[in-house]
């Protein structure tokens, strides 16, 4: 089975751009979830999303926005990008069935805002 | 938002030696997840625990899911170099989202 993909591995934007980060989950999982880390803040969680409706949300600005379409793949927008924004984006898909919860993170994108 | 104490940050170990690391958190959780990064690439989970008390082995990696449900250890024995990386621990208590310490950094002398 293939892993979670993430596009583009690499992006390099300016302050006050927007920007468009896409996953592909497992094939079968439903769930998926957005990370953002960097080295002073580690993983923080973003959102969940399940069957195309937001299921949880991390403690980020309106500017964090995200969605998933009706074959689970998942795609999540910054707007008015700030230098702060400079991380790595991972995404993680589950299966969500009842022998467990494990989620699976993809190679990540990694945003750097010059 | 909450996060797991993970020790230690930082190890620099001989190849051959055993590692533990271990997490520890203020609330319980039914789910322990152990993950492996490599730079430049996202997490591989390593092992998952389910059951409070539980000890779970993968190769030379076992876990061990803590009996108050507030802490879980992660042991490597004979350490290679390919074992260096970040391992970060993570828990989870029902549909609510994966809560992460901020990892362990190995280092591994040949």
């Known amino acids: 089975k293939a892993g979670v993909t993430q596009t583009p591995r690499y992006l390099i934007k300016t302050r006050g751009q927007q920007v468009t980060l896409s996953c592909s989950p497992i094939?079968?999982?439903?769930?998926v979830s957005w990370y953002q880390q960097t080295p002073g803040q580690g993983l923080q969680f973003l959102f969940e999303y399940f069957s195309e409706t937001q299921r949880n949300k991390g403690n980020f600005p309106g500017r964090f926005s995200g969605r998933q379409f009706s074959n689970s793949r998942s795609e999540m927008n910054v707007s008015t990008l700030e230098l702060g924004d400079s991380a790595l984006y991972l995404c993680?898909?589950?299966?969500?069935?009842?022998?467990?919860?494990?989620?699976?993170f993809g190679p990540g994108t990694r945003l750097t805002v010059l | 938002g909450q996060q797991l104490n993970q020790s230690p940050q930082s190890m620099f170990i001989q190849e051959g030696e055993d590692v533990s690391m271990n997490c520890t958190s203020s609330?319980?959780?039914?789910?322990w997840l152990w993950y492996k990064q490599d730079p430049g690439e996202g997490p591989v989970l390593l092992i998952a625990l389910y059951k409070a008390g539980e000890l779970t082995s993968n190769g030379r990696l076992t876990a061990q899911f803590g009996i108050t449900r507030k802490d879980s250890f992660l042991n490597i024995s004979a350490s290679i170099p390919s074992d260096v990386g970040i391992y970060f621990c993570?828990?989870?208590?029902?549909?609510?989202?994966?809560?992460f310490g901020k990892g362990t950094r190995l280092s591994v002398i040949a």
């Open positions: 094939s079968g999982h439903r769930s």
């Open positions: 609330s319980i959780f039914n789910t």
């Open positions: 993680a898909s589950s299966p969500l069935t009842n022998s467990g919860n494990e989620q699976f």
């Open positions: 993570a828990g989870q208590t029902g549909n609510t989202p994966l809560v």
